[in-house]
Structures are given as structure tokens and as C-alpha cells.
Nanobody, 121 residues
């Protein structure tokens, strides 16, 4: 079995910073892309940032210049450093990873349980 466990969410004032972490564990042969999505109440889930195994990154326009995604392949962990947070960043943040398991041929999408980020004064 494969699990993604997020941490680092919480309540922060506008202009503040948070760092999210997501660790993958289990019968993992290789992790390809990893990413962060978010979903606010009444809205669709949207991609925030993604990173390939080689380190190429992709960001939503709304977070460019404020958020930074990174990963530690040795620890099967992806991070999201969020700076200059705004109230509109308030959402549940979900980790996603494209993973090939040991003995498997195909890759599958796995999701974490989500961590809440609330930006409010």
C-alpha cells in the first residue's frame, strides 16, 4: 500500500508564510511527478504547483512568485513554501503523486488526505 501524509497547514495572517510537507511511504518503486492542489468551498480543485522527478516545476498563475515547490527524492517528500499569503489562498491543500509500485508496470495517482490553510486576520 502507498500513503501520502501531509503536514504544515494552519491559520496565518495575510502576508505570512507556511510550509507544507507531504511524505510518501509504502511499496514505492519510483515517484514521477508530485504536486499540490487546493480546493476552496464551492470551488473546483485546482493545481497549485507541480514538480517532475527531474526538478522541472509548474505553477498556477495566481501563486507565481509567492509559492515554491521542491522535493527530496531520497525522502519521497514534496514541499510547498507559501509566502505573502492572501485570504484567497484559503483552501484545503492536497498532495498528489504519480507512483509506480514495486512489481507494478503502470503508474497510479495517489492523493493525501488534505491539510487546511486559512489566511485571515
Amino acid at each position: 500500500q502507498v500513503q501520502l501524509v501531509e503536514s504544515g497547514g494552519g491559520l496565518v495572517q495575510p502576508g505570512g508564510s507556511l510550509r507544507l510537507s507531504c511524505a510518501a511511504s509504502g511499496s514505492i518503486f519510483r515517484i514521477y511527478s508530485m504536486g499540490w492542489y487546493r480546493q476552496a468551498p464551492g470551488k473546483q480543485r485546482e493545481l497549485v504547483a507541480a514538480i517532475t522527478s527531474g526538478g522541472s516545476t509548474n505553477y498556477a498563475d495566481s501563486v507565481k512568485g509567492r509559492f515554491t515547490i521542491s522535493r527530496d527524492n531520497a525522502k519521497n517528500t514534496v514541499y510547498l513554501q507559501m509566502n505573502s499569503l492572501k485570504p484567497e489562498d484559503t483552501a484545503g491543500y492536497y498532495c498528489n503523486a504519480d507512483i509506480q509500485k514495486y512489481g507494478g508496470t503502470w503508474t497510479y495517482d495517489y492523493w493525501g488526505q488534505g491539510t487546511q490553510v486559512t489566511v485571515s486576520s
